[in-house]
């Protein structure tokens, strides 16, 4: 397989979900210290990064063939990533909490072709011993338990207070007053039809107008002689309605 930087650099910054993601102590040289690099597994491919929103890869391991072995070290959390081969190159590396680590190991250790190949033989096992069990039986729908309706307490009625009768306000304004109160009805005789209830009496009419104008068409008349022709009416109308209002 050909590799160039381009090729890489999409394959380590792709949309595919990675297998493990996390930083990782990688050593330098022979006496080097490690160097704390973000590190992305995909496929059998591992890519280190200065940080985790590098877009470029620093460096890459292609980890097909290799074994991870747990060391013993001055760093804590560490492991080698070994290659057969005598002058196969060995990485040590450290992980930053023993959970970490532990994630780490299965990670590598199952980024091989050997590992996939593995996996879908056993999965082809799975299925043929699937098929020739027979149909798997209809699956029987979970029965729900019968629902209890739900038991309302009793509706109490609410009591209405009583209702008082309405007590018609008393007019103002030049318009004459009368009693709202309804007097008790009086007994009927025996075998008599019953009267009806007695309510409000109503206003006195007004007096009717006397006729004291002349004979003659009343539009061509002017102010002066309106006003001498009803204008003793009106005054006497209107002495009438103040000694009613000045009247208990």
Not at 99 to 126: I, N, P, Q, T
Not at 146 to 156: D, N, S
Request: aromatic share 8%; with cysteine.
């Amino acid at each position: 397989m050909k590799l160039n930087q381009r090729s890489l650099a999409f394959h380590a910054t792709c949309d595919a979900p990675a297998d493990n993601a996390g930083f990782l102590y990688k050593k330098g040289g022979r006496h080097a210290a490690h160097h704390r690099r973000w590190s992305v597994p995909r496929g059998t491919m591992l890519f280190c990064f200065g940080d985790a929103a590098g877009r470029e890869p620093v460096g890459v391991i292609i980890l097909e063939g290799c074994t991870v072995e747990l060391v013993e070290a001055a760093e804590e959390f560490a492991f080698d990533v070994r290659f057969a081969g005598a002058r196969a190159h060995t990485y040590m590396l450290a992980a930053e909490s023993q959970a970490a680590m532990e994630g780490w190991v299965k990670a590598l250790s199952r980024a091989s072709f050997d590992y996939l190949r593995l996996v879908v033989r056993e999965l082809g096992h799975r299925l043929a011993a699937a098929r020739a069990a027979g149909p798997l039986p209809p699956r029987r729908p979970h029965a729900l338990p019968p629902r209890r309706p739900h038991a309302l307490p009793p509706r109490r009625p609410h009591a209405l207070p009583p209702r008082r009768p309405h007590a018609l306000p008393p007019k103002e304004d030049g318009c004459a007053l009368w009693s709202a109160e309804i007097p008790a009805p009086a007994a009927a005789p025996a075998g008599a039809a019953p009267r009806p209830l007695p309510g409000p009496e109503p206003p006195p009419l007004p007096p009717c107008r006397r006729a004291s104008a002349p004979s003659g068409p009343l539009d061509s008349a002017s102010f002066a002689q309106l006003h001498e022709w009803y204008g003793p009416e009106v005054r006497a109308l209107r002495g009438q309605w103040l000694r009613s209002q000045a009247q208990p």
